[in-house]
């Protein structure tokens, strides 16, 4: 997992920033998950059922992060991630 990360960080860019919210959806396909809108639609047929940690920065980015990484997060506090926008 280590070396994926770091063959990620060459490719995309991590970011600090603040975050405003936080949270869980059982489901990123359902309706009811606050931020499906950015998950890739490109991934959604085959994400139907996953769940999903995310954290939403103050610029309504928003990241999405492994169960252990949401434990140790905290509102207003600053957390390094790919931040993606909402899809369009």
């Not at 610029?59 to 434990?71: H, L, M, S």
Request: hydrophobic share 40%.
């Amino acid at each position: 997992m280590k070396l994926l990360v770091i063959a990620l960080s060459f490719l995309f860019q991590f970011t600090p920033m603040t975050i405003k919210d936080m949270g869980y959806c059982a489901d990123i396909t359902s309706n009811e998950c606050l931020v499906k809108d950015y998950w890739p639609r490109s991934r959604l047929i085959e994400s139907v059922g996953l769940e999903a940690y995310w954290l939403k920065s103050n610029t309504n980015q928003v990241c999405f992060i492994t169960r252990k990484q949401y434990i140790h997060a905290n509102i207003g506090f600053i957390f390094d991630c790919l931040w993606r926008d909402r899809q369009s």
